[in-house]
């Protein structure tokens, strides 16, 4: 299979997995559209052309996000392999939740776990929490008070502080895109 077959045939996968699932922004974007800007973003802004990264992009989210029970999880995982090869499969694990655990404890394990990510799954988590930190600036959870989104924020600098030294480019994107964050929620908190 060659690169764009590759990166064409996950975008495919994903989009079935994904197709009743939405942002939770006021405009209710379809969730398939933030794995194609994560891949998008390594790829046109971070000038990561690894096909096999970008591919993992695209995937990253679909075993935290796809799947109920346990042997729905094992069953997934046995289709990635068999259809993306055990190096694909191998990133996107590492950048899984392990959803059995309290949401709390899953923040806490992406800080602890970031600095002993492979380079790769370090490029693909820190070009996820660029594009959440956008979300979050530009079209947050429409629940969410401001001072939710302001620990949203310190948390994503906390995991990505761990994902430092992959990709300078990606680096100063997230700084970017976290100082746009801090200066829209600044001041009144909620």
């Given at each position: 299979m060659n690169d764009i077959s590759l990166i064409l045939r996950a975008l495919e996968f994903v989009a079935g997995r994904h197709r009743k699932q939405f942002r939770?922004?006021?405009?209710?974007?379809?969730?398939?559209?933030?794995?194609?800007?994560v891949a998008s973003l390594l790829a046109n802004e971070a000038d990561e052309k690894d096909p096999v990264l970008i591919t993992a992009a695209i995937l990253h989210d679909v075993v935290e996000d796809t799947v109920e029970t346990k042997k729905e999880k094992n069953e997934?995982?046995?289709?990635?392999?068999e259809v993306f090869g055990e190096e694909i499969l191998s990133i996107t694990l590492?950048?899984?939740?392990?959803?059995?655990?309290?949401k709390k404890e899953r923040k806490r394990m992406q800080v602890v776990?970031?600095?002993?990510?492979?380079?790769?799954a370090k490029k693909l988590k820190l070009a996820d929490k660029i594009m959440n930190v956008r979300?979050?600036?530009v079209n947050p959870p429409v629940t969410w008070p401001k001072s939710r989104i302001?620990?949203?924020?310190?948390?994503?600098?906390?995991?990505?502080?761990g994902l430092r030294g992959v990709n300078k480019k990606l680096e100063d994107i997230f700084d970017e895109n976290l100082r746009a964050g801090r200066i829209k929620y600044e001041g009144n908190i909620k």
């Open positions: 939770k922004g006021e405009d209710k974007s379809p969730y398939i559209n933030h794995p194609i800007q997934l995982i046995a289709k990635i392999l590492e950048v899984t939740d392990d959803k059995s655990l309290s776990h970031a600095p002993a990510l492979s380079e790769r979300d979050m600036t302001r620990k949203y924020l310190d948390w994503s600098e906390e995991v990505a502080n």
